[in-house]
């Protein structure tokens, strides 16, 4: 895939699916993601998710969004993180609107917030499932 770039206050924002190891460990680390004890694994998930966009700072990766879908319908946010140090900057905010621009035809875009992530999503167009909940299994590798 060609790499596509978008340019916002000396941020760029890009369209990859290729990572090294150490830009996603240290990413996912620093908002103590425990994925991130497992770069190995998240270069493979990047090269697999449908959709990855990227916030750069020089050569810092200091945010990224990520979904996967159906080809039609449906598509689920799997992971939005920026940088702690970069926070309240927009960042956030950014990769929302390209993800919801890039399935702006799409029924429905679905995503797991965290209580203390409710306000944001809500401010980005989100609404908040009344009749649903969000389950999981985690597996702890060794």
């Known amino acids: ?3 596509k770039f978008l340019y916002d206050m000396g941020v ?4 990859i ?3 090294g190891k150490e830009d996603l460990e240290s990413l996912f680390l620093s908002v ?7 770069p190995e694994k998240l270069v493979v998930a990047m090269r697999n998710f449908e959709t990855v966009y990227t916030a750069w700072d020089g050569d810092q990766l200091v945010g990224l969004i990520c979904a996967m879908d159906d080809g039609v319908m449906t598509a689920y946010v799997h992971y939005l993180l ?3 140090t970069y926070h309240h900057q927009g ?3 950014q990769l929302v609107e390209m993800m919801k621009n890039h399935y702006k035809d799409y029924l429905r ?15 980005c167009g989100f609404k908040k499932a009344d009749d649903a909940s969000p389950m999981f299994i985690t597996s702890l590798w060794t």
Do not use: C, T
């Open 1 to 3: 895939m060609a790499q």
């Open 12 to 15: 760029i924002y890009k369209d």
């Open 17 to 19: 699916h290729e990572f």
């Open 32 to 38: 103590e993601w425990s994925s991130g004890h497992y």
């Open 82 to 84: 920026v940088r702690p």
């Open 91 to 93: 960042i956030g905010r």
């Open 109 to 123: 875009i679905v995503l797991v917030a965290y209580n203390e992530e409710l306000d944001f999503y809500e401010s």
